[in-house]
């Protein structure tokens, strides 16, 4: 919510919000799309954030692009 609050101005949908309201309509639009994320052929938990996210997330796709 950290990182979309601060880029809040270059999305429409969260233009405005912030704190509660904006983890409110985080929450909505999770729900909403639930059914699509679960149709993902791949998937990836990060319960972190930040550089060490990345990297993580940069390892594991890059084992997909080798192959």
Do not use: C, M, T
């Amino acid at each position: 919510a950290r990182r979309l609050e601060n880029e809040a101005h270059q999305r429409p949908l969260l233009e405005g919000k912030n704190g509660q309201p904006l983890l409110d309509l985080i929450e909505k639009k999770l729900v909403e799309r639930v059914g699509f994320y679960e149709q993902a052929h791949l998937s990836l938990e990060i319960l972190d954030d930040g550089e060490e996210a990345e990297e993580e997330l940069a390892k594991y796709l890059w084992r997909f692009v080798k192959i």
